[in-house]
């Protein structure tokens, strides 16, 4: 009898990921496909910050659009860097604290608001209005991680979480774009940031080698910039005006059968 | 001819000459009922008949129809042209056969690789479509179209070039281009001939140099470079909005030409057709984006300007043209003949085309119409109701003017009856059609269109009676032309 | 209905400028010299009124464009890639061939009436038209379906019932065959 509930338990604690480390989502190689999560409703959880103990996320984002990320505090891989990054994308593309805020939950239930806070203060960022770092409940975050395609896996052998790096763009609730990467490109940024502003781009060229595209899309200005493509637009007129300069020349008029 | 007093021609010459437009207008003529019987087919075919007709054929048959009749009436243009130029100046008559010739062999070539290799991608052979056929086509029929266009595209490049230099050998391009007029300053009187020649013709280079652009950008897509779909877009229907467009001006400047000696009133430039003309050349280089609305890839300032640039066209080339049309014949001792009928007729189906063309070219209309069986409904309008017309009217005051054959004006007047109920007839059911949502180019309708099946039977109803027409007018006109060769 | 309307638009201004014609056609049974002068001052007014006419025109029209610049989220973004000779509608992205004809053949997408859906239109090999059809069959929307680009089209449905999909720009000689379908609830 104690024997088998001594199995039971060892059961249960192998089972159970270990000191509470919980796993979440599938373990992939790829990041989540931005395509298959656009337009998607997050859920409004409540998040705790050092300020409050619990505020809706959409309270948030009823305020301003929102640029939401989830890392831990432990990590010693990619978190810090990606933060780091982000801060300078940020500050590149404008708008932050105008336009957009930063959200910054952690996924890992050991950390605390007080944690996030600190880390907050690591990157210079605790006393800027615009980023907001803190927790929620194990439940919602499985929650939002579900809504997104986001998932994290407790690794015993490193004692770190594995995870992707995402940065999703939400817009009264919706997901807008998703971002992936440890690094923020400033203008990936920027192209968001123009749709947070509520800039729509009613086309977009797929990536591929295309020689002489008509346009660019300048995430920058938000609009169209002429490309190579316009020069070969310009030539049927540059031809006609250069015939006609032949054809009325003195030369040629002067040339011409009697 | 004047020209031959100004010294410009030998009396040989013009002989050559005319000659030479009537061969030309024969040739027209031969080439009609053929296209419009190739015409008469695919509306057959969208009214049910045919039903074990494979749809490849409708497609190569659609191909050779609309490519066929755009070049047949941009010949028929450039020749009337060429030929009421002699009155001013002395276009080359070797460029003319040069450009007879090139004609025929493409002609050919484009029935080889409809007919024989069913190529069917439609007159303006849209990227990538050409190179992806799904087999119903092979490469040797790509290649023999783009052959065909490079071809018809060199020669009627020359030939527009040399147009050009025969003007400029006699004015000046401000005289050419009006802007004495323009300017209030004194300078050698410019018939609107000229004008309206000019402007036409400096804008043809730039569509024929588009047309090389898309077919060298082709045959660099074969060799394995992606080529933009946009510019390919852009490049291509620069080319067919400028060829069209300047077909009709052309007819229009014919009329200029003509309706004043049968008015009995003159009809010059003044500095409101001068600018009216200055404008076109302008405007028709923008005018294009209308047909790339429904491309969002194109930027939305760009498609706002389309629009822009479409409604300031009807300003100065309808407006001004179609008022000083009216203003000429009103109450006028006009001599009523089938030739002045036709081009007076020519300016009303052009006016009545552009409306329908400038109604669609409103983004928010084209939303609904773009690709609809009215696109077809106003371009027909304008070509069939409006330059058809003018060139038919142009060829038979030619040959009366050579044969010396007196028409008869009861059969006259039955062929412009025939021509109106039945042109008109058959153009209201693709307006109707349009305005329904029925889409173009289809060979079969499909149950959400099936009403297109019906327009089509009405529609094949009256274009009976338009080829009735057409069939009066040839044997008529042809006669007069026959007899003119003969000359 | 936009359709009508514009048909209307057409007859009545084409049905004025033939009666002139046949007006001016007629004039010509008493022939008498014209003042050209005051030709030439009613073509001055007939160009500001025409021109009047198309400005406003311009006015009224130019702000009214597919291109959406809207403030609204949509709820629900449906993909669409054309191919010779079928669309490929799915609520999930199209990125190769399997996912192309696993949505030719699926379940129609459902999309919710009232609410704003975004199509997300490429192609994966030549130019299609993707027209969207009403249960009235009535064309509704379209964007172009062009290889290299995503063409994003926002449509609010209104009525509710399965809509079907036509392409509407020459691919081949199964254009006519080439149908795409979904469902608005």
Same mark, same amino acid.
């Given at each position: 009898?104690?024997?088998?509930l001594?199995?039971v338990?060892?059961?249960?604690?192998?089972?159970t990921?270990?000191?509470?480390?919980?796993?979440?989502?599938?373990r992939?190689?790829?990041?989540?496909?931005?395509?298959?999560?656009?337009?998607?409703?997050?859920?409004?959880?409540?998040?705790?910050?050092?300020?409050?103990?619990?505020?809706?996320?959409?309270?948030?984002?009823?305020?301003?659009?929102?640029?939401?990320?989830?890392?831990?505090?432990?990590?010693?891989?990619?978190?810090?860097?990606f933060?780091?990054?982000?801060?300078?994308?940020?500050?590149? +593309?404008?708008?932050l604290?105008?336009?957009?805020?930063?959200?910054?939950l952690?996924?890992?239930?050991q950390?605390?608001?007080?944690?996030?806070d600190?880390?907050?203060?690591?990157?210079?960022?605790?006393?800027?209005? +615009?980023?907001?770092?803190?927790?929620?409940?194990?439940?919602?975050?499985?929650?939002?991680? +579900?809504?997104v395609?986001?998932?994290?896996?407790?690794?015993?052998?490193?004692?770190?979480?594995?995870?992707?790096?995402?940065?999703?763009?939400?817009?009264?609730?919706?997901?807008?774009?998703?971002?992936?990467?440890?690094?923020?490109?400033?203008?990936?940024?920027?192209?968001?940031?123009?749709?947070?502003?509520?800039?729509?781009?009613?086309?977009?060229?797929?990536?591929?080698?295309?020689?002489?595209?008509?346009?660019?899309?300048?995430?920058?200005?938000?609009?169209?910039?002429?490309?190579?493509?316009?020069?070969?637009?310009?030539?049927?007129?540059?031809?006609?005006?250069?015939?006609?300069?032949?054809?009325?020349?003195?030369?040629?008029r002067?040339?011409?059968?009697p | 001819?004047?020209?031959?007093?100004?010294?410009?021609?030998?009396?040989?010459?013009?002989?050559?000459?005319?000659r030479?437009?009537?061969?030309?207008?024969?040739?027209?003529?031969l080439?009609?009922?053929?296209?419009?019987?190739?015409?008469?087919?695919?509306?057959?075919?969208?009214?049910?008949?045919?039903? #074990?007709?494979?749809?490849?054929?409708?497609y190569?048959?659609?191909?050779?129809?609309?490519?066929?009749?755009?070049?047949?009436?941009f010949?028929?243009?450039?020749?009337?042209?060429?030929?009421?130029?002699?009155?001013?100046?002395?276009?080359?008559l070797?460029?003319?056969?040069?450009?007879?010739?090139?004609?025929?062999?493409?002609?050919?070539?484009?029935?080889?690789?409809?007919?024989?290799?069913?190529?069917?991608?439609?007159?303006?052979?849209l990227?990538?479509?050409?190179l992806?056929?799904?087999?119903?086509?092979?490469?040797?029929?790509?290649?023999t179209f783009?052959?065909?266009? =490079?071809?018809?595209?060199?020669?009627?490049?020359?030939?527009?070039?040399?147009?050009?230099r025969?003007?400029?050998?006699?004015?000046?391009?401000?005289? =050419?281009?009006?802007?004495?007029?323009?300017?209030?300053?004194?300078?050698?009187?410019?018939?609107?001939?000229?004008?309206?020649?000019t402007?036409?013709?400096?804008?043809?280079?730039?569509?024929?140099?588009?047309?090389?652009?898309?077919?060298?950008?082709?045959?660099?897509?074969?060799?394995?470079?992606n080529?933009?779909?946009?510019?390919?877009?852009?490049?291509?229907?620069?080319?067919?909005?400028?060829?069209?467009?300047?077909?009709m001006?052309?007819?229009?400047a014919?009329?200029?030409?003509?309706?004043?000696?049968?008015?009995?009133?003159?009809?010059?430039?003044?500095?409101?057709?001068?600018?009216?003309?200055?404008?076109?050349?302008?405007?028709?280089?923008f005018a294009?984006?209308h047909?790339?609305?429904?491309?969002?890839? #194109?930027?939305?300032?760009?498609q706002k300007?389309?629009?822009?640039?479409?409604?300031?066209?009807?300003?100065? /080339?309808?407006?001004?043209?179609?008022f000083?049309?009216?203003?000429l014949?009103?109450?006028?001792?006009?001599?009523?003949?089938?030739?002045?009928?036709l081009?007076?007729?020519?300016?009303?189906?052009w006016?009545?085309?552009g409306?329908?063309?400038?109604?669609?070219?409103?983004?928010?209309?084209?939303?609904?119409?773009?690709?609809?069986?009215?696109?077809?409904?106003?371009?027909?309008?304008?070509?069939?109701?409006?330059?058809?017309?003018?060139?038919?009217?142009?060829i038979?005051?030619?040959g009366?003017e050579i044969?010396?054959?007196?028409?008869r004006?009861?059969?006259?007047?039955?062929?412009?009856?025939?021509?109106?109920?039945?042109?008109?007839?058959?153009?209201?059911?693709?307006?109707?059609?349009?305005?329904?949502?029925?889409?173009?180019?289809?060979?079969?309708?499909?149950?959400?269109?099936?009403?297109?099946?019906?327009?089509?039977?009405? /529609?094949v109803?009256?274009?009976?009676?338009?080829?009735?027409?057409?069939?009066?007018?040839?044997?008529?006109?042809?006669?007069?032309?026959?007899?003119?060769?003969?000359? | 209905?936009?359709?009508?309307?514009?048909?209307?638009?057409?007859?009545?201004?084409a049905?004025?400028?033939?009666?002139?014609?046949?007006?001016?056609?007629?004039?010509?049974?008493?022939?008498?010299?014209?003042?050209?002068?005051?030709?030439?001052?009613?073509?001055?007014?007939?160009?500001?009124?025409?021109?009047?006419?198309?400005?406003l025109?311009?006015?009224?029209?130019?702000?009214?464009?597919?291109?959406?610049?809207?403030?609204?989220?949509?709820?629900?973004?449906?993909?669409?890639?054309?191919?010779?000779?079928?669309?490929?509608?799915?609520a999930?992205?199209?990125?190769?061939?399997?996912e192309?004809?696993?949505?030719?053949?699926?379940?129609?997408?459902?999309?919710?009436?009232?609410?704003?859906?975004?199509?997300?239109?490429?192609?994966?090999?030549?130019?299609?038209?993707?027209?969207?059809?009403?249960?009235?069959?009535?064309?509704?929307?379209?964007t172009?379906?062009?290889?290299?680009?995503?063409?994003?089209?926002?449509?609010?449905?209104?009525?509710?019932g399965?809509?079907?999909?036509l392409?509407?720009?020459?691919?081949?000689?199964?254009?006519?065959?080439?149908?795409?379908?979904?469902?608005?609830?």
């Amino acid at each position: 009898m104690r024997r088998g509930l001594g199995s039971v338990c060892l059961a249960l604690c192998l089972s159970t990921p270990f000191y509470g480390q919980p796993s979440f989502g599938i373990r992939s190689n790829e990041a989540p496909n931005e395509d298959r999560y656009v337009y998607k409703a997050l859920p409004d959880i409540v998040i705790q910050t050092v300020a409050t103990a619990d505020a809706r996320l959409s309270t948030v984002w009823r305020d301003k659009p929102v640029l939401l990320t989830m890392i831990f505090t432990r990590c010693a891989g990619v978190c810090s860097p990606f933060l780091r990054s982000l801060k300078r994308a940020a500050a590149d +593309a404008e708008g932050l604290g105008r336009d957009y805020r930063i959200v910054v939950l952690s996924f890992d239930p050991q950390d605390s608001a007080a944690d996030m806070d600190r880390m907050a203060q690591s990157l210079g960022l605790k006393s800027d209005p +615009a980023w907001i770092f803190g927790v929620a409940s194990p439940g919602d975050i499985r929650r939002l991680a +579900a809504a997104v395609g986001f998932w994290f896996y407790w690794d015993p052998s490193v004692g770190q979480y594995d995870h992707p790096s995402l940065l999703i763009a939400v817009d009264r609730g919706r997901v807008l774009r998703m971002l992936a990467g440890a690094e923020v490109p400033s203008a990936s940024l920027r192209e968001v940031a123009q749709e947070l502003r509520g800039k729509f781009v009613s086309s977009y060229a797929l990536a591929g080698k295309v020689a002489f595209r008509c346009f660019e899309y300048d995430p920058d200005r938000g609009r169209y910039n002429l490309d190579w493509g316009v020069l070969l637009m310009l030539l049927p007129a540059t031809c006609a005006l250069l015939s006609v300069a032949w054809a009325f020349s003195p030369i040629s008029r002067r040339a011409g059968p009697p | 001819m004047a020209s031959v007093a100004n010294g410009l021609y030998g009396e040989s010459e013009i002989r050559k000459f005319r000659r030479m437009t009537v061969i030309w207008g024969a040739t027209v003529l031969l080439l009609l009922p053929i296209l419009a019987l190739l015409g008469y087919f695919m509306r057959w075919v969208q009214a049910g008949a045919f039903t #074990q007709l494979r749809p490849e054929w409708f497609y190569a048959v659609l191909t050779l129809h609309s490519l066929g009749m755009v070049g047949t009436w941009f010949v028929g243009s450039m020749a009337g042209v060429s030929y009421l130029l002699l009155r001013y100046t002395r276009p080359s008559l070797a460029v003319s056969r040069l450009s007879y010739w090139g004609t025929l062999v493409g002609v050919l070539l484009l029935i080889v690789c409809t007919l024989g290799g069913l190529f069917g991608t439609g007159w303006y052979f849209l990227y990538p479509l050409p190179l992806m056929s799904q087999h119903v086509w092979q490469p040797w029929a790509t290649f023999t179209f783009f052959l065909a266009l =490079a071809i018809l595209g060199v020669c009627w490049t020359i030939w527009t070039l040399d147009i050009l230099r025969a003007i400029a050998r006699h004015y000046s391009l401000s005289a =050419a281009l009006g802007w004495n007029y323009i300017l209030g300053r004194e300078g050698p009187e410019v018939p609107p001939l000229v004008l309206i020649t000019t402007v036409s013709l400096i804008v043809g280079v730039a569509g024929f140099v588009a047309a090389v652009l898309v077919i060298a950008l082709f045959a660099a897509r074969a060799l394995g470079v992606n080529v933009d779909p946009l510019l390919m877009k852009n490049l291509t229907f620069f080319f067919g909005h400028v060829l069209v467009n300047i077909t009709m001006y052309l007819g229009v400047a014919t009329v200029y030409e003509l309706l004043p000696s049968y008015a009995g009133r003159p009809w010059k430039i003044n500095r409101v057709v001068a600018l009216a003309w200055g404008a076109v050349l302008f405007l028709i280089l923008f005018a294009y984006f209308h047909h790339l609305y429904m491309d969002f890839a #194109q930027p939305a300032w760009i498609q706002k300007f389309g629009q822009i640039c479409s409604y300031g066209l009807a300003v100065p /080339a309808g407006v001004v043209s179609i008022f000083g049309t009216l203003a000429l014949v009103y109450a006028a001792r006009m001599r009523w003949t089938l030739a002045s009928t036709l081009l007076f007729l020519g300016i009303m189906g052009w006016g009545v085309g552009g409306i329908a063309a400038v109604i669609d070219s409103t983004v928010e209309v084209n939303f609904h119409f773009h690709n609809t069986l009215w696109v077809p409904a106003h371009f027909h309008t304008y070509y069939l109701m409006g330059v058809v017309l003018i060139i038919l009217g142009l060829i038979d005051h030619v040959g009366k003017e050579i044969s010396g054959l007196e028409e008869r004006a009861a059969r006259s007047k039955l062929t412009v009856a025939l021509l109106l109920i039945g042109g008109y007839g058959f153009l209201s059911m693709f307006y109707w059609a349009g305005a329904h949502s029925v889409p173009r180019r289809y060979a079969i309708y499909p149950l959400e269109v099936s009403q297109g099946t019906l327009y089509a039977r009405i /529609a094949v109803g009256f274009i009976t009676v338009l080829l009735l027409g057409i069939l009066l007018y040839l044997w008529e006109t042809g006669k007069r032309c026959l007899k003119a060769l003969a000359a | 209905m936009i359709q009508m309307h514009a048909f209307y638009v057409f007859l009545g201004v084409a049905g004025f400028l033939v009666a002139m014609f046949l007006y001016t056609a007629w004039s010509t049974r008493h022939a008498k010299d014209i003042d050209y002068h005051s030709a030439y001052a009613l073509r001055r007014k007939l160009l500001l009124l025409v021109a009047a006419v198309l400005v406003l025109g311009l006015a009224m029209t130019l702000a009214k464009t597919p291109y959406p610049r809207d403030q609204d989220v949509p709820s629900q973004v449906v993909f669409v890639v054309g191919k010779q000779f079928s669309f490929g509608i799915s609520a999930s992205p199209i990125t190769n061939e399997d996912e192309y004809l696993a949505a030719t053949y699926s379940t129609p997408v459902q999309v919710t009436a009232g609410s704003l859906v975004e199509f997300r239109v490429t192609s994966f090999d030549v130019n299609h038209g993707f027209s969207v059809y009403s249960p009235s069959n009535r064309l509704i929307a379209q964007t172009q379906a062009m290889p290299g680009y995503v063409n994003r089209l926002r449509i609010r449905f209104r009525e509710p019932g399965r809509y079907h999909v036509l392409c509407l720009e020459l691919c081949g000689s199964g254009h006519h065959r080439m149908r795409g379908v979904f469902d608005v609830k």
